[in-house]
C-alpha cells in the first residue's frame, strides 16, 4: 500500500507523483470554437483516476459560421456517468451579449463544453449565441 502524504515533500514532484498515483496524467490540449480565428487558443488538464480537470483560455478574434456556444477539443471524451455535469467557474469578458451568469456544462460521449447563459430579460439558461469577433 502506497503513503499519499498531505505534507509537502522536497522529494516529491510533479514527476514523481505522476509515477506514484495510479490513473495521473498531465498535459496541454488546444481548445476551440468553431470555424474562428484563435489568438490566444491554450489549455491545460490534470487526470486522477477517472476525474479530469481542465482549464482554458480563448481569446478570439474572428468568428466563423461554427457554435458561438462551445467549445471543442477536450483531451478525453466525457463519460456518460455525469450526464451533462457542470464544468465549474466561468471567466467571461466582451461577450456579444450582455448576460448575468454564464454555465458550462461538458457535453456526455463528446469532447466539448457547451456555454450555457441567462439574460437580465430571460434570466434562464439556455444557449445563447455569446461568442463573437474580439
Known amino acids: 500500500m502506497m503513503d499519499y502524504e498531505l505534507q509537502p515533500s522536497p ?16 498535459g496541454q490540449w488546444t481548445p476551440s470554437v468553431g470555424g474562428t480565428s484563435v489568438s490566444t487558443g491554450e489549455g491545460s488538464y490534470i487526470k486522477l483516476g477517472d476525474m479530469v480537470f481542465v482549464s482554458c483560455l480563448l481569446v478570439i478574434t474572428t468568428i466563423g459560421t461554427g457554435s458561438k456556444t462551445q467549445i471543442s477539443g477536450l483531451p478525453f471524451i466525457v463519460s456518460n ?15 456579444v451579449l450582455n448576460v448575468v451568469n454564464v454555465v458550462a456544462l461538458a457535453n456526455t460521449s463528446q ?3 457547451e456555454l450555457l447563459s441567462a439574460t437580465i430579460a430571460d434570466n434562464e ?10
Open 11 to 26: 522529494t516529491r514532484t510533479a514527476n514523481k507523483l505522476h509515477s506514484e498515483v495510479p490513473g495521473y496524467a498531465r
Open 81 to 95: 456517468v455525469f450526464q451533462s455535469a457542470g464544468v465549474g467557474a466561468v471567466l467571461y469578458t466582451n461577450l
Open 111 to 113: 469532447t466539448t463544453i
Open 125 to 134: 439558461l439556455s444557449t445563447n449565441n455569446i461568442l463573437g469577433d474580439g
